[in-house]
């Protein structure tokens, strides 16, 4: 599929899934149920990988009011792990990382993106992420073979890239180089943002579990 089909087949979807969202938080009642369901799947998730002894350092994000995990996300992520670490946009349309330290560490840093992030510098990518043993993603949908739609900006891509070429050199840094393997990747969106296939090219990541209201799924 070539660049511009590719770049429309995207918007439309997101304009489909944005619009769906809208409605579905119009049922408050259902909204905050879905949301609890899926942050309890993510918490039995993050207890069912721990391993006696180890530290469980995972990567995750704060959600928005429209967004899967809203309101509830946050918890379940930093109940069940020993390190969590949140995004922070840059210039570049890249994330740097600061470890999470209870609500008063975050603030919304940009109006134009009123989104909670850690109030500190943070570390890059590359230094992040390879360390870690577990990324959760935010998704507007997600295919059957893990394949995500992301809002457009290209953030979390940009970062997984990033990622995967430190774990693939070993040579950037101390904490790279320490690291064994790519963290697994798990998307969270809602069940029916579940999709056959979601437009896509190689610059996509694609996440090796997703997690739903309804429970969680392996990529195969």
């Not at 992030?117 to 949908?141: F, H, M, N, Q």
Request: hydrophobic share 40%.
């Amino acid at each position: 599929m070539s660049s511009f089909p590719l770049a429309t087949a995207k918007t439309e979807l997101r304009n489909k899934h944005r619009q769906a969202r809208q409605l579905a938080a119009h049922d408050r009642d259902t909204w905050r149920k879905s949301n609890a369901a899926l942050s309890h799947n993510v918490a039995e998730f993050l207890k069912s990988i721990r391993c006696p002894g180890q530290p469980l350092r995972v990567a995750g994000y704060v959600p928005l009011d429209d967004e899967p995990g809203a309101g509830t996300l946050l918890n379940a992520l930093e109940s069940h792990t020993d390190e969590l670490w949140l995004p922070i946009c840059q210039p570049g349309f890249r994330l740097s990382w600061s470890q999470y330290d209870g609500p008063d560490s975050l603030a919304v840093r940009n109006p134009r993106l009123p989104i909670l992030e850690p109030r500190g510098e943070g570390i890059s990518s590359t230094e992040c992420l390879p360390t870690l043993d577990l990324i959760v993603l935010p998704a507007l949908a997600i295919d059957h073979a893990g394949y995500r739609l992301g809002k457009g900006a290209g953030f979390y891509d940009r970062a997984i890239a990033e990622a995967w070429t430190a774990c693939s050199s070993n040579t950037s840094s101390s904490a790279v180089t320490s690291a064994k393997a790519m963290p697994e990747l798990v998307g969270v969106v809602f069940s029916t943002e579940v999709r056959p296939l979601v437009p896509h090219d190689e610059r996509d990541c694609a996440v090796n579990k997703i997690i739903t209201e309804i429970g969680i799924t392996t990529i195969s």
